[in-house]
């Protein structure tokens, strides 16, 4: 007879172990001892802002923090900061929709008002793209014979370009 003892299973995890894990959840339990201090229960509203708000929206306005009667968890007022006069007044006439668009992304009554402050916003300048080194002879060949064998001409050329953005940053 063979040894008996049971051996874990590769697939499941045990309690405890560091396997892998969803990074929204371990983001989530790290940012919400400092977000929630400012009223965001939710990080999400900050760290998703421009997915909740869209792309303009998110440059004009940034969400400083929401309010909760006493006990509740929903129906806030969502605090937000607005660069300009004139952005303010469009901001203040969109409240309804960018309420919706809060309430629709966490799938409850979040927020129900919004308050609007003017004042400076920090914005985030987005990093160029690095542009790839070029490759040499050598390395285009090997790129070369690697693509080569797929037939659909289009991918082929993507799978190349895609193959000099990955050597040329090394």
Same mark, same amino acid.
């Not at 007879?1 to 051996?7: A, E, I, L, R």
């Not at 004009?60 to 006990?71: A, D, E, I, L, N």
């Not at 090997?142 to 064998?149: I, K, N, S």
């Not at 370009?161 to 090394?170: D, H, I, K, Q």
């Given at each position: 007879? $063979?040894?008996?003892?049971?051996?874990p299973s590769? *697939?499941?995890?045990?309690?405890?172990?560091?396997?892998?894990r969803l990074i929204g959840m371990?983001?989530?339990?790290? %940012?919400?001892?400092?977000? $929630?201090?400012h009223g965001f229960a939710v990080g999400a509203i900050v760290t998703d802002w421009e997915a909740? &708000?869209?792309? @303009?929206?998110?440059?004009? &306005?940034?969400?400083?923090?929401?309010?909760?009667?006493? $006990? @509740?968890? %929903?129906? $806030?007022t969502l605090h937000v900061r607005v660069a300009g006069g004139a952005f303010a007044m469009d901001v203040q006439h969109r409240a309804p929709v960018l309420i919706e668009r809060i309430n629709a992304y966490f799938g409850y009554r979040a927020v129900a008002r919004v308050k609007i402050a003017q004042g400076p916003i920090s914005?985030? %300048?987005?990093?160029?793209?690095?542009?790839? *080194?070029?490759?040499d002879a050598r390395e285009q060949a090997?790129?070369?014979? @690697?693509?080569?064998?797929v037939e659909d001409g289009p991918l082929r050329e993507a799978l190349s370009?895609?193959?000099?953005?990955?050597?040329?940053?090394?």
């Open positions: 007879m $063979g040894d008996t003892t049971p051996q590769a *697939n499941k995890t045990r309690r405890g172990s560091s396997g892998p371990v983001a989530s339990r790290l %940012t919400r001892p400092v977000l $929630g201090k909740i &708000v869209g792309r @303009e929206l998110a440059a004009h &306005v940034v969400p400083s923090r929401v309010s909760f009667v006493r $006990g @509740e968890r %929903t129906e $806030g914005r985030r %300048t987005p990093v160029p793209p690095r542009t790839p *080194n070029p490759l090997a790129l070369d014979a @690697e693509v080569a064998p370009r895609l193959g000099r953005a990955v050597l040329g940053r090394s």
